[in-house]
């Protein structure tokens, strides 16, 4: 008599639940522009959701503990003059975010641990360097304020964030709209899917693609006739992919392992409304005294409802077996150092005592002064005898200290504004 043998795997019982109602946030206007992307973040601090808005582009931040029925007055983080169509955490300082728009900027936000009176409106950075809408950005995993963007284009472009430079542009690699864009652990590689139908494995400091169009995959996993957007999210600690279709209603669930068959159904969690999107909380987030091993945050029309996997356990203890030492808020490289080469591992950490956030850490822009270029060295020449050459450099940097000292100034209004709400407080509280 045959025996069925059953691969053994501590995975095979996760399980999926929303949480209660009023661990909901509720009256939220998701918004409703057609593109692919997810259209929520999370980390341990913050949820952030793209919203509809009159007038432009905006997104709206919430305090993780903020749940039940949002204000419709709640302060929305606006400052672009088209939809948004991206979000993306930093992962080395919880409240910094960048927003990429059909604008064809993308802009920086430092976000308060406190919640703000009024609209964010002055991001810390606005970077330009694409022709049409940026619909993808995300950031690098080790290195300090570098950030990546994709746009209509086809191009893919790398910012140093802390002074505001373009460091890398790959042009010339895409014949076609960038679908999605990943990092690989280390920063050293990044893969994209494009509308050529092609997969590609780019170096982006030898500005080369390594790898493209693999003759055939390791394994294939049919799923459904459904002709939504599959959102795809990995968990590298535990091997496990969660599969979310945009419009569909169910997030499937697969280990990946280093044999064959490769990719093992696990389960299928299934809900009766459809997601609008969909975000994913680092490991860092999550309760690890439950046996939370991912929470989502799915997007309804006008709710974003928590939902937890959960590997059950009888033990009350720490589950080393779960929860292996995770990347933590710390970068491993500067920009600089990446730049040149240097590539390295995740800093990690344990999770074993749980994980508290650390309070706000703000994000300082230095750009570059034209100060501090020499003037070239010759007889000084009147400005009606420059020649093109010499004219226009010195142009552009009038134009780029315009800019900076503008910034500055806007800066220096928030940070008024911000003085003057606290003295507000301070004296109705004295009253």
């Excluded at 606005?126 to 209509?152: C, D, F, M, Q, Y």
């Excluded at 159904?265 to 690890?288: H, I, N």
């Excluded at 590539?343 to 309070?359: F, I, M, Q, T």
Aim: proline share 7%; charged share 25%.
């Amino acid at each position: 008599m045959s025996r069925r043998v059953v691969r053994q795997s501590k995975f095979r019982h996760v399980f999926g639940q929303p949480v209660k109602a009023d661990q909901m946030y509720e009256d939220i206007r998701v918004s409703k522009v057609t593109w692919d992307s997810s259209f929520c973040a999370v980390n341990p601090k913050f949820v952030a959701i793209i919203v509809e808005s009159g007038g432009g582009g905006a997104f709206m931040v919430l305090p993780l503990a903020k749940t039940g029925r949002v204000d419709k007055n709640h302060p929305l983080v606006t400052g672009h003059t088209a939809p948004v169509l991206d979000i993306d955490w930093c992962p080395h300082n919880d409240n910094v975010i960048a927003s990429a728009s059909e604008d064809t900027t993308v802009m920086v936000w430092q976000i308060p641990d406190y919640v703000p009176t009024r609209n964010i409106t002055e991001p810390i950075v606005t970077l330009e360097g694409h022709s049409k809408r940026v619909g993808i950005i995300t950031w690098h995993p080790t290195a300090r304020n570098v950030l990546l963007s994709a746009g209509g284009d086809n191009l893919l472009i790398l910012w140093n964030v802390g002074t505001g430079e373009m460091l890398l542009t790959l042009d010339d690699m895409h014949s076609d709209l960038i679908y999605n864009v990943c990092w690989n652990r280390t920063g050293s590689l990044l893969v994209t899917t494009c509308k050529d139908k092609h997969v590609r494995v780019i170096d982006p400091r030898k500005q080369q693609v390594v790898a493209e169009n693999f003759e055939e995959p390791i394994a294939l996993q049919e799923m459904d006739t459904s002709n939504g957007v599959l959102l795809p999210f990995y968990d590298p600690d535990s091997s496990i992919v969660y599969l979310c279709g945009k419009g569909d209603s169910s997030i499937r669930y697969f280990e990946i392992t280093a044999e064959a068959p490769y990719v093992h159904y696990l389960s299928t969690y299934s809900s009766k409304e459809p997601q609008r999107g969909m975000g994913f909380m680092p490991k860092r987030g999550l309760d690890v005294s439950k046996c939370e091993i991912a929470r989502f945050f799915k997007l309804h029309e006008r709710k974003c409802e928590p939902i937890v996997m959960t590997v059950p356990r009888k033990s009350d203890l720490f589950q080393d077996d779960l929860y292996p030492d995770t990347p933590g808020p710390e970068p491993a490289l500067e920009a600089a150092e990446w730049l040149a080469g240097q590539d390295a591992e995740p800093v990690l950490v344990s999770l074993r005592d749980g994980y508290v956030p650390v309070k706000n850490r703000e994000l300082k822009v230095t750009r570059k002064n034209i100060l501090d270029n020499k003037p070239p060295v010759g007889p000084r020449r009147s400005h009606s005898t420059c020649d093109a050459n010499f004219s226009r450099p010195g142009l552009e940097d009038l134009l780029e200290e315009i800019r900076s000292l503008r910034q500055t100034v806007q800066a220096q209004e928030k940070r008024i504004s911000d003085l003057e709400n606290k003295l507000c407080k301070f004296t109705n509280g004295t009253a």
